[in-house]
C-alpha cells in the first residue's frame, strides 16, 4: 500500500465537501472492491472519505408507497437479515460473498462499482428502482453506463436505493467456480404493470434487460412462456469460465429457474 | 497453502549466514544454495523452516527469493525480509501437472492388457525448477504398469521448455499423471468393448508379488482384489440404480466412476534413483538424544509442514520404549539441530523417516539393555524390555528406563571399559525400494444437463498403505488428498492467454475447492499388506489421495454424459460446468 489521508465525516454534506476540494479524494464504502484496487495500485487517491461513519445512509425502511428504502451506506448482511419485506433481494444480499464481504461490503458500493458480474445491479434493473444520490434522483434505467462505469458525477454519493416491492421475484445466480461472483445472474421481477428480466455477468456491455423474455412472461408469466426463446452469445462476455454461447445458454436457464422459483 | 516467506540474517562477528525460509527440505536448500549458488559453505550456513503452512511440493525447490535475502543480509550487514504476496505465488511458485500424452492400450480377444504406450509432451515452463525433469521421468515412466499386469509397457517423455511459470512437483508429482492416463484409457476401452470397467480391471490385476513390472520397478506387495472388495462394499454399487432414478427424477444426469491407484513413493532408494538420473541420495537421517531424566529429542531430517509427525513420530518411539508419548519431543526443520535428511516430500517421512529413527532408536535400546544388564548384574541376552522397564527374564528383577538412562549420564556404576556413557545415537537409512500403496476409489457424481455443473454426490477409497501408527492422521491425509484430486478433476487449472499472460493470477479466476464442492468421504484402510522391506512396514499415505481420485472423477462425469444420451467418451480437466455443458453440445 503507498501512504493516503483517510476522512471519516459524519454527514453527507461534509462528505461531499470532503470530495469537492481540491485533493484527489474517493468514497470509501466498504472497501471491500476499493482497497484491493488501491493494493494493486489501480486507483491512488491522496485521499479517501470513508462513507462508513454517515448515519443517514444507514437503515432499511419502508416509505409511505410502500416502497423499501436502503441506504447507501446499509451492508449486504443486514440487506440479507433486514430486507425481508422483499425477499429474493435479501435473498440476492446473502449470497453475496462470503460473511466477511457481506459484514462490509455495501450496496451503494456495488452500486457505485457496476462490476459487470455483480448481483445488485440486476436486482436494481429489474425491480426499476430509484438511485437516490447527494443531488438527485436516478432511474435504474439511467444508472448503469456499462462495465464500471455510472451515470454518477465525480464526489456524487448514492445515499438511498429505492425498491419497489414486486409481487412476485427471484434471482438465480449460477457462480463463477473461482470468485463465487455471478457468471450468469437472472433478476426476474413480476409488478402489475408488466415483468422486468435484468441479466448480469453475461454482456460485455454489462447489466441489460431482456426485452423479449420481459414481453413473453408479461403476457404469461410461467416458464413456458421462455420456450424458444434464446439470446445471441456473440455480444456475450467470453473467458476462461465460458464462451459467450454458453453464457447466453445459463440466461435462458436461469431466467426458466428464476420464474420457477418466484 | 501459506505464500512463501524468507528471511535473511548475517552475523558479523562469526561470519555465519542464517536463512529463515519456508521450505519442506532446509537441508537440501542448504546445499543447493551454499554450494552451487552463494558459495557458503555449508558449516557457515543455517537454514531453518520451522512448522510451515502447508507444502504439497512447491516449497521443496530452492527459490531465488532464498539467495537474495540472504546475499542482501550480508551485504547490508542487517536481516533483510521477503513476504510472498498471494498474486507473486501465482506467478513465481512452481506449478504442477501439465503434460498432454498420446496413450494406447492394447488388449487380446479375452481383454486381457497386452500392452500400454504413451507419447508425453511434459512441460517444463521457461525454465527448469529444481526437480522439474524427474516428476515426468522417473516419478511418472515407472508408474506405467499400474495395477496390471501388462507384459509391455512403452512410455515416451518429452520434456518441453514454453513461456510459462516453472512447473515442478505437486502433491503425487507424476504419479497422478500416470494414474489418470492408464485409469482413463481403461474406462475408454471398457465402453468399446461393452464391458463391465470393474470387472476389467479386476481381470488383469497383479496376484502376485513381489512383481517385477516392465517398467524398472518391483512391487513388493499388494492385494488389489482386496481394496477393489472393499471398495465394492463402500461405494454401495448394488444402491447405485436407485439413487441414479432419484437423480433422474430430480432432472439430473448420475454417473459412477471407479478407479485403481498404484504409486511409488517412500522415495526412494538411492542407487535405483541415481541410475534412473536422479543427483541426489534419498535417504532419511535421524538422532535420537536421551536424556539423563528418561526423556527424548527425535531429531529428524524429515521436515513437518502439516502432516503431524510430532504425533505419530512420537508415537513410534514411545512404543518401542513402552513411554509416554510426551516424553518424546520431535524436532525438526533446522539444519543447526537436525543431522542431514532430505526433507518430506515423495510420502517418504514415516516409510524413510520414520525409519531412520527406528533404526536410532533401536541403537538407543541396544545400548540401554547393555547398561540395564549391568546394573542388575545378568547376562544381557536375558534382558527384556516392556513398558519402560528393563527386567530379568524368568526373575523379578526389574529396572526403570529413567534408572538406565540417569546411569548412563552419572556412570558410577557402570561398565566404562564395555561402553561410552551417554545415550545418543544416530542412523541413515536407505530404503531398498520404494513401498507401494495402492487403492480402489469410487466416485459418484450428479450432473445438472442445462448447466454442465458437477456434483461429487459419494467418494469412497479403499487404501492399502501398510500398517498404520496414527488412523485418524491417515484418514486426513486421505481426505486432503481426495479434496485436491476432488479440485484437480473439476476445479483447478492455470490459464494463460496467447501472450503467455498468466490469466489464473489470483483467487477471482483460479478455482480452489471448498467445503461445499466436496462430499463427505467414505475412506478406508483396513487392506493392509505391510511393506517388506522397512522396519515399520508402512507405505507412506500423504498423496495417494490426490493421485488416486481425478480419474473416477472424470469416469464418473463421462459415465453420467453416456447415461444421459450423450456419445461422450473423454473431457479434459478441469470439469468445469462450460466444459461439460460444451462436451453434452456434442
Ligand atoms: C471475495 C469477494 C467476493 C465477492 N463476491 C461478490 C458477489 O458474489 N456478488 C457481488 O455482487 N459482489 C461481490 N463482491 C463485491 C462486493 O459486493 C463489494 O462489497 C462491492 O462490489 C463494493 O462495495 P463496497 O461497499 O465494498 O465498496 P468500496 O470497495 O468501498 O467502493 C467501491 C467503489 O464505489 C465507490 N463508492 C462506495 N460507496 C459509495 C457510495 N455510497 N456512493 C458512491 N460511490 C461509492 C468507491 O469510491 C469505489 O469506487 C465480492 C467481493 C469480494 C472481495
Known amino acids: ?262 | 497453502m501459506e505464500p512463501r516467506v524468507a528471511v535473511g540474517d548475517y552475523n558479523r562477528s562469526t561470519g555465519d549466514s542464517t536463512l529463515y525460509t519456508t521450505s519442506q527440505n532446509p537441508h537440501v536448500i542448504r546445499l543447493l544454495m551454499g554450494a552451487f549458488v552463494l558459495g557458503i559453505p555449508e558449516h557457515k550456513l543455517r537454514v531453518v523452516a520451522p512448522d510451515v503452512g502447508g507444502g504439497f511440493g512447491s516449497k521443496i525447490f530452492h527459490y531465488a527469493e532464498e539467495a537474495l535475502c540472504t546475499f542482501a543480509a550480508k551485504a547490508l550487514n542487517r536481516p533483510v525480509k521477503w513476504t510472498c504476496s498471494r498474486s507473486e505465488a501465482f506467478i513465481s511458485d512452481a506449478h504442477g501437472r501439465d503434460h498432454v500424452t498420446k496413450i494406447d492400450l492394447a488388449l487380446d480377444a479375452d481383454n486381457n492388457f497386452t500392452a500400454v504406450r504413451t507419447e508425453t509432451y511434459a512441460n517444463m515452463g521457461a525454465y527448469l525448477s529444481t526437480f522439474a525433469p524427474s516428476v515426468p521421468t522417473w516419478l511418472h515412466g515407472t508408474l506405467m504398469a499400474g495395477n496390471y499386469k501388462t507384459p509391455l509397457v512403452y512410455v515416451n517423455v518429452k520434456a518441453v521448455f514454453t513461456n510459462t511459470v516453472p512447473v515442478d512437483a505437486y502433491r503425487g508429482a507424476g504419479r497422478p499423471e500416470a494414474t489418470y492416463q492408464l485409469e482413463r484409457v481403461i474406462d475408454k476401452a471398457a465402453i468399446e468393448l461393452g464391458v463391465d470397467p470393474i470387472a476389467l480391471r479386476r481381470q488383469n490385476f497383479i496376484t502376485e508379488f513381489p512383481y517385477a513390472t516392465p517398467v524398472a520397478v518391483e512391487y513388493d506387495t499388494g492385494d488389489y482384489v482386496a481394496t477393489m472388495d472393499k471398495l465394492e462394499e463402500m461405494a454401495d454399487l448394488s444402491g447405485f440404480e436407485a439413487r441414479l432414478a432419484e437423480s433422474q427424477a430430480k432432472g439430473k444426469l448420475r454417473g459412477l466412476g471407479v478407479n485403481c491407484y498404484i504409486e511409488a513413493c517412500g522415495i526412494a532408494p538411492s542407487n535405483l534413483v541415481g541410475q534412473l538420473g536422479a543427483r541426489a541420495g534419498l535417504y532419511e537421517s535421524a538422532t535420537v538424544r536421551v536424556n539423563a531424566t528418561g526423556g527424548l529429542v527425535v531429531m529428524t531430517g524429515s521436515h513437518s509442514h502439516g502432516q503431524g509427525h510430532e504425533t505419530s513420530f512420537a508415537q513410534v518411539v514411545a512404543d518401542m520404549i513402552g513411554i509416554d508419548e510426551n516424553m518424546v519431543e520431535i524436532v525438526h526443520g533446522d539444519t543447526a539441530n537436525t543431522p542431514m535428511g532430505m526433507g518430506t516430500y515423495g510420502s517418504r517421512s514415516l516409510a524413510v523417516g520414520g525409519s531412520a529413527m527406528v533404526r536410532a532408536t533401536e541403537k538407543i535400546i541396544a545400548k540401554a539393555r547393555k547398561i540395564a544388564a549391568h546394573l542388575m548384574e545378568a547376562a544381557e541376552a536375558d534382558i527384556e524390555l516392556k513398558d519402560g522397564q528393563f527386567s530379568v527374564a524368568g526373575t523379578d528383577k526389574s529396572v526403570a528406563w529413567g534408572d538406565v538412562t540417569l546411569a548412563a549420564y552419572v556412570p558410577h556404576n557402570y561398565p566404562l571399559e564395555e561402553i561410552e556413557p551417554g545415550l545418543e545415537e544416530t542412523a541413515f537409512y536407505d530404503p531398498a525400494n520404494f513401498t507401494y500403496p495402492s487403492g480402489a476409489y469410487a466416485c459418484e457424481v450428479e450432473v445438472d444437463p442445462d448447466t454442465g455443473k458437477v456434483t461429487i454426490e459419494r467418494f469412497s477409497a479403499a487404501d492399502d498403505f501398510g500398517n498404520i501408527v496414527n488412523p485418524m492422521i491417515v484418514s486426513g491425509q486421505v481426505h486432503g488428498g481426495l479434496a485436491q484430486g476432488i479440485g484437480q478433476a473439476l476445479l483447478e487449472g492455470c490459464g494463460y492467454d496467447e501472450n503467455g499472460q498468466l490469466l489464473t493470477g489470483s483467487f477471482m479466476d483460479y478455482a480452489m475447492p471448498r467445503a461445499s464442492d466436496v462430499p463427505f468421504y467414505s475412506v478406508d484402510h483396513s487392506c493392509q499388506t505391510p511393506c517388506t522391506h522397512n522396519p515399520l512396514g508402512v507405505k507412506g499415505c500423504g498423496e495417494a489421495g490426490a493421485i488416486g481420485s481425478p480419474p473416477s472423477v472424470v469416469n464418473a462425469v463421462v459415465d453420467a454424459l453416456r447415461r444421459g444420451g450423450h456419445d461422450v467418451t473423454h473431457v479434459d480437466m478441469p470439469l468445469s460446468p462450460s466444459r461439460v455443458w460444451s462436451a453434452m453440445q456434442g
Open chain 1, 1 to 262: 500500500m503507498y501512504t493516503f489521508d483517510i476522512e471519516r465525516p459524519s454527514t453527507v454534506g461534509d462528505a461531499v465537501k470532503l470530495l469537492s476540494d481540491s485533493t484527489e479524494s474517493q468514497p470509501l464504502g466498504g472497501g471491500q472492491t476499493l482497497i484491493p484496487t488501491l493494493k494493486q495500485r489501480l486507483a491512488m487517491p491522496d485521499r479517501l472519505v470513508s462513507l462508513g461513519g454517515i448515519t443517514e445512509i444507514q437503515g432499511i425502511s419502508q416509505d409511505d408507497g410502500g416502497a423499501l428504502c436502503i441506504g447507501g451506506g446499509v451492508t449486504h448482511a443486514d440487506v440479507a437479515a433486514g430486507a425481508g419485506a422483499y425477499a429474493a433481494l435479501a435473498g440476492l444480499a446473502g449470497k453475496i460473498g462470503d460473511p466477511a464481504v457481506r459484514n462490509r461490503g455495501t450496496i451503494g458500493g456495488s452500486l457505485a462499482n457496476n462490476d459487470p458480474s455483480a448481483c445488485y445491479p440486476s436486482a436494481v434493473l429489474a425491480s426499476g428502482a430509484t438511485v437516490v444520490t447527494n443531488t438527485r434522483e436516478i432511474a435504474a434505467d439511467d444508472f448503469f453506463d456499462g462495465l464500471f462505469t455510472t451515470a454518477l458525477e465525480e464526489g456524487e454519493i448514492i445515499t438511498e436505493v429505492r425498491f419497489a416491492v414486486p409481487q412476485k421475484a427471484a434471482y438465480m445466480k449460477f457462480e463463477q467456480p473461482a470468485s463465487r461472483f455471478a457468471l450468469v445472474g437472472v433478476f426476474v421481477a413480476k409488478y402489475a404493470d408488466g415483468v422486468r428480466v435484468a441479466v448480469t455477468g453475461a454482456s460485455e456491455g454489462g447489466v441489460f434487460r431482456w426485452a423479449e423474455a420481459e414481453a413473453a412472461l408479461s403476457t404469461n408469466f410461467a416458464a413456458s412462456a421462455l420456450d424458444g426463446l434464446s439470446l445471441d452469445g456473440s455480444g456475450m462476455i467470453s473467458d476462461l469460465h465460458g464462451s459467450g454461447d454458453y453464457r447466453a445458454h445459463l440466461v435462458a436457464v436461469m431466467t426458466r429457474r428464476a420464474v420457477e422459483a418466484a
